[in-house]
Each structure stands twice: as C-alpha cells, then as structure tokens.
C-alpha cells in the first residue's frame, strides 16, 4: 500500500465555526443535498464529534474508488484577521497493492476537496442564517 499526501488552503469570508458545522459536523446532511453527482451518500460512525468516522460513498463509475483502500482527510479552521476563516485541508489518499497515483487522479482530488469547500460556502452565503 501506498499513500499520497497533500494539503491544501483556502479561504473564506465566513467564520470558521459556520463552515466547520456545515462541511463537517453536517456534512452527510447537507454535502450529498448539494453536490449529488459527486457524493452519493456520507455514513456516519461515531457521535459526529472527534474520532468519528465519516465513509463517503461516491456514485458508480468512479474507477479510481476500486483502486484506493481509503481516503483520509484532516481538516482545520482557523480564524482569519478579517474575520473569515483559513481552512487548511490534508488528504491521504491509500492505495491498494502497488497501485500508483498519476498526477492528473492528485489534480482532479484536489478539485473535488475544493468543489466541496466551494459547494458549502456558496450555500452558507446564500443561508446567512444557517449553521449560524
């Protein structure tokens, strides 16, 4: 097994306590409603606090799925001086047996983490008053 790691940073104009209940806590709720061609379903093991485990189920016909064990992301908020947040996102991407990531598979993973973060912030923009 091998494992790809890479982080990345983005920034929002919403607090970080907003963004860390709808991306996170509320995510198998509110993810799958708002990207269903990407997210087929989130299960949740665990209360939803620290040590749960989230699966995300991604619709068929993705065959890089067949090829990774799992996929790991660790996530931080942090408040930002204009009172927006940072969130830096690490994903880890294990593969089955001596299956090798291309670049172009690391690209279009990056893009998803970043169509989620988009996905959400966009809806909390439009719903000041959700997850508030």
Known sequence: MAVTTFTEE?????????????????????????MPQAIKSIEVQGDGGAGSIKTINFPDGDGLVDNLE???YDVKFEQSADGGSIS??????????DF????????????????MFKAVEAYLLQNPEAYA
């Open 10 to 34: 983005n920034t929002s104009p919403l607090p970080p306590k907003r963004i860390f209940k709808a991306s996170i806590v509320d995510s198998h709720n509110l993810i799958p409603k708002l």
């Open 88 to 97: 830096k996102v690490t994903s880890s991407y294990y593969t089955v047996g």
């Open 100 to 115: 090798k990531l291309k670049e172009e598979e690391i690209k279009a993973g990056k893009e998803k983490v970043l169509a």
């Open 70 to 72: 799992k996929i790991t």
